[in-house]
C-alpha cells in the first residue's frame, strides 16, 4: 500500500524527516532546513496554559435521553419530548493537581457536560459535590491557594487549608463531604453529578422556577479507602483517566440517571435555608428528586488535546428555558469561565470543533481576533442595526423580570447562629457508624500536621455541628 506523502504545516512535500541539512557530513545545520526549524518551533510551544483548577480530567462523548416530562418547568428544546437526544461531552476532573497529578486523591471532582443542543450548547458544569467550600467569589482565589503548592517549599501543606477553613465556617459542609468515603470516588463511574448552584427554569408561559441538578451513577457509589488511593497514586497514577477510556472501550457504558429538584419561584423568599446559598442542600423531603433523563458515555475521544484538553466549559452557556440564579459564586462563575478560556485557548475558543454548537450555527458580528477559524462571516454585513439581512436579537427570549430589590452594599450572610453547622450534622448523624470512623480518622490524618491553636478550632466547629463529630475527631487527634 502506497504511504502518505508528509509534508510541512504548508503542505510541502517533506525529503527527509529523519536527518538535518548540514554543511558536510560533520558540519553544522543549516538555517535554511526550515522544515528542521519548523518541527522544533512548534513542539516549542506544543503546551498552552494549564488550567488553574480542574486541570487532571479524563473525558468522553455520550448522548442523553429523556425519559419523563418536564415540560411544564421548562421549555429548553433538549427536554421538548420523551424519548428526545442530545450528543453530550463530558469532563472529569479534580480540582488542586496539575495536569500530571494522581487522580486517587482526596479531592472534589469536576463534573462537566455540554449538551449540544438545537438552540446551542448548554453547559452544565458541576462537581460530585452537591455544595461548595465558600459562597462568595472574593473567597475564591484565597482558597483554591490553600489548595496548591506552598510559596516557599513548593510543596502541598495542610496548614493553609486548616487555617482558611478554621475561619470560613461555612465551608464545614464541603469539608465533611471531601474527608467522607466520597472523598476519594473508586472511579468516574461510581460517583454522582451535581450542578451544585441554584439555576432556574423557564417555561413555555415564561414562569420560572428554582432548580437544582442530580446525576446519579446507575453504577452505585463506590469509594476508595484511603490506604489503597495512597498506594494507587504511586503505582498508577492515571487510574480513574484509563479506567474510564477501557470502560468504554469495551462496551461498559457508564450511565447517570438526571433528576432535578424544583422549587416554585416565590417559595425562596420564605424557605428556611437560603436556597442560593452554594454551601447547602436543599433537603430531599423538602423538595424531592424528579427524574428527567439517563446521560450514558458511550463514545471515547480520538484525540485527547482536541476534544479534551480544548473542550470549554461555562456555566455562562445556558440555552432557553435554563438560565442563572442570584446565588452570587454562579454569578462569578459565568464571567469567570470564559474569561479563562479567552486567555488559554483565545478569544475565538468557541469555534474550536469541539467547542461549535452542532444542530445550531453561531450568527452574530463578532470578527476577526487571534486564530478566527472558518470564513470569518465572510462578505456579511458586521454591523447592527444594518439594512443587509444581519442576524437579528428576538425577544420571545426574553426571561420574565426578576423581582430585586435592597441596598447596594457587601452583605456577609448570616440567617442563624447555627446555619453553617446544621446541615454538616444531618450528614454525619445520616453516614453509617463506620463511615464516621473515617471520616474523623481522615480528618485527623491531616489535621494532625497543623498548629494545636487551629486543631482547637476545628475540633469546636466539628463538635458544633454534632457533639459525637467534634470528640471523634479530637479523639483521634490524641492517637500518634
Ligand atoms: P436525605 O436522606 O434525603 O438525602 C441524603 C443524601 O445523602 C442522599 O442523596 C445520599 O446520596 C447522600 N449521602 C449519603 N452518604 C453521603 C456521604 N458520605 N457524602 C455525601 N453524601 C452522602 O437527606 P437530606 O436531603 O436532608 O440531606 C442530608 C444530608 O445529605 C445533607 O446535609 C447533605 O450533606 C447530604 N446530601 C444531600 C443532598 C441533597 O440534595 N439533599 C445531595 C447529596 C448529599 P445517595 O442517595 O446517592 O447515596
Redesign the pocket.
Known amino acids: 500500500m502506497k504511504k502518505k506523502q508528509l509534508t510541512t504545516a504548508a503542505g510541502i512535500p517533506v525529503d527527509d524527516n529523519q536527518t538535518s541539512l548540514t554543511a558536510g557530513e560533520r558540519g553544522p545545520t543549516l538555517l535554511q532546513d526550515h522544515y528542521l526549524l519548523e518541527k522544533l518551533a512548534h513542539f516549542n510551544r506544543e503546551r498552552i496554559p494549564e488550567r488553574v483548577v480542574h486541570a487532571k480530567a479524563a473525558g468522553a462523548h455520550g448522548v442523553f435521553t429523556v425519559t419523563q416530562d418536564i415540560t411544564k418547568f421548562t421549555k429548553a428544546k433538549l427536554f421538548s419530548k420523551v424519548g428526545k437526544k442530545t450528543e453530550v461531552l463530558g469532563r472529569f476532573s479534580t480540582v488542586a493537581g496539575e495536569k500530571g497529578s494522581a487522580d486517587t486523591v482526596r479531592d472534589v471532582r469536576g463534573f462537566a457536560l455540554k449538551f449540544y443542543t438545537e438552540e446551542g450548547n448548554w453547559d452544565m458544569v458541576g462537581n460530585n ?3 461548595f467550600f465558600i459562597r462568595d467569589a472574593m473567597k475564591f482565589p484565597d482558597f483554591i491557594h490553600t489548595q496548591k503548592r506552598d510559596p516557599q517549599t513548593n510543596v502541598k501543606a495542610d496548614t493553609p487549608q486548616w487555617d482558611f477553613w478554621s475561619q470560613v465556617p461555612e465551608s464545614l ?1 464541603q469539608v ?2 471531601l474527608f ?4 476519594i470516588p473508586a472511579g468516574i463511574p461510581y460517583m ?1 453529578g ?1 450542578g451544585s448552584h441554584t439555576y432556574s427554569f423557564i417555561n413555555a408561559k415564561n414562569e420560572r422556577y428554582w432548580v ?1 441538578f ?1 446525576f ?2 446507575r453504577q452505585g ?1 463506590k ?1 476508595l479507602m484511603q490506604d489503597q488511593a495512597d498506594k494507587l497514586a504511586g503505582v498508577d497514577a492515571d487510574y480513574h483517566t484509563h479506567q474510564l477510556f477501557d470502560a468504554i472501550e469495551n462496551g461498559d457504558y457508564p450511565s447517570w440517571t438526571f433528576s432535578v ?1 424544583i422549587m416554585p419561584e416565590l417559595d425562596a423568599e420564605n424557605y428556611r435555608w437560603n436556597p442560593f446559598d452554594l454551601t ?10 424528579i427524574e428527567v433523563g439517563v446521560l450514558e458515555m458511550n463514545k471515547n475521544p480520538q484525540n485527547y488535546f482536541a476534544e479534551i484538553e480544548q473542550a470549554a466549559f461555562s456555566p455562562g452557556n445556558v440555552v432557553p428555558g435554563i438560565s442563572f440564579s442570584p446565588c452570587k459564586m454562579l454569578q462569578a462563575r459565568v464571567v469567570s469561565y470564559a474569561d479563562a478560556h479567552r486567555y488559554r485557548l483565545g478569544v475565538n475558543y468557541e469555534q474550536l470543533p469541539v467547542n461549535c454548537p452542532h444542530a445550531a450555527k453561531a450568527a452574530n458580528y463578532e470578527r476577526d481576533g487571534k486564530m478566527r477559524f472558518g470564513d470569518n462571516g465572510g462578505a456579511s454585513v458586521n454591523y447592527e442595526p444594518n439594512s443587509f439581512d444581519g442576524p437579528v436579537a428576538d425577544k420571545k427570549y426574553a426571561e420574565p423580570p426578576l423581582k430585586i430589590s435592597g441596598d447596594a452594599a457587601r452583605y456577609e450572610q448570616k440567617r442563624g447562629v447555627d446555619d453553617d453547622y ?6 454525619y ?3 453509617p457508624g463506620d ?1 464516621q470512623q473515617r ?1 474523623v480518622e481522615n480528618i485527623a490524618r491531616s489535621l494532625r500536621n497543623v498548629p494545636k491553636e487551629i486543631q482547637d478550632k476545628m475540633v469546636e466547629h466539628f463538635g458544633r455541628a454534632d457533639k459525637a463529630y467534634g470528640k471523634g475527631v479530637a479523639r483521634e487527634l490524641k492517637k500518634k
Open positions: 459535590t452537591p455544595t459542609h465533611t463531604i467522607s468515603d466520597r472523598g454522582n451535581y437544582k442530580h446519579k451513577t457509589i469509594c429538584q447547602k442542600v436543599w433537603p430531599h423531603g423538602d423538595y424531592p428528586l446544621v446541615q454538616p450534622g444531618n450528614l448523624r445520616l453516614m463511615e471520616l
